[in-house]
T-cell receptor
Framework: GEDVEQSLFLSVREGDSSVINCTYT??????LYWYKQEPGAGLQLLTY?????DMKQDQRLTVLLNKKDKHLSLRIADTQTGDSAIYFC???????????FGKGTSLLVTP | GAGVSQSPSNKVTEKGKDVELRCDPI?????LYWYRQSLGQGLEFLIY????????KSGLPSDRFSAERTGGSVSTLTIQRTQQEDSAVYLC?????????????FGQGTRLTVV
């Protein structure tokens, strides 16, 4: 399938903001998603954004979508040590139900 | 149950043996997905079941892989004649209905190691 690209690693200090970036290639994607995976756990849906939106905010999370550049970002405000995890960007494939995931960004939050 | 349940959580098998991985979706969820998470490869879609429709098997990597879903609930992913490259975490997810606007809930996965 098409490639979803993410940087592999991000380290921030507790209390700072984290920004995780993603680029996707399928312009027909209807929804774009951010999933979180904690060690030894399954994937948890954090948030998603519909392709006709530019921004979505949910408490400490802000998703920005630039359709022209096919760029998606997740901003976590006031990052906490409990936010340390792998964050996956995903887009819907042509099927409309299968998800095409990036390789994930490991976020490390240091005290 | 409260969430998607997968068993076993870990499986070590010898190369060439067959394995079965089980997924119990959330009760009432009609859609069920299998994904594979390999080191350095991210998550790959394997197969999708929706109600009584024919499954989408387009993501299965070879004919050694098969899956079934009995009674619209429990699903079993079978890998025959396992190879070392099959080593991965196999994740199952379910959603209330198929389609892009319903949240998929993931299980904790089965870590398969082929030695």
């Amino acid at each position: 399938g098409e490639d979803v690209e993410q940087s592999l690693f991000l380290s921030v200090r507790e209390g700072d903001s984290s920004v995780i970036n993603c680029t996707y290639t399928d312009s027909s994607s209807t929804y774009l998603y951010w999933y979180k995976q904690e060690p030894g756990a399954g994937l948890q849906l954090l948030t998603y954004i519909f392709s006709n939106m530019d921004m979505k905010q949910d408490q400490r999370l802000t998703v920005l979508l630039n359709k022209k550049d096919k760029h998606l970002s997740l901003r976590i405000a006031d990052t906490q040590t409990g936010d340390s995890a792998i964050y996956f960007c995903a887009e819907t494939e042509n099927s409309g139900y299968a998800l095409n995931f990036g390789k994930g960004t490991s976020l490390l939050v240091t005290p | 149950g409260a969430g998607v349940s997968q068993s076993p959580s870990n499986k070590v098998t010898e190369k060439g043996k067959d394995v079965e991985l089980r997924c119990d979706p959330i009760s009432g969820h009609t859609a069920l997905y299998w994904y594979r998470q390999s080191l350095g490869q991210g998550l790959e879609f394997l197969i999708y079941f929706q109600g009584n429709s024919a499954p989408d098997k387009s993501g299965l990597p070879s004919d050694r892989f098969s899956a079934e879903r009995t009674g619209g609930s429990v699903s079993t992913l079978t890998i025959q004649r396992t190879q070392q490259e099959d080593s991965a975490v196999y994740l199952c997810a379910s959603s209330r209905m198929g389609g892009v606007n319903t949240e998929a809930f993931f299980g904790q996965g089965t870590r398969l190691t082929v030695v």
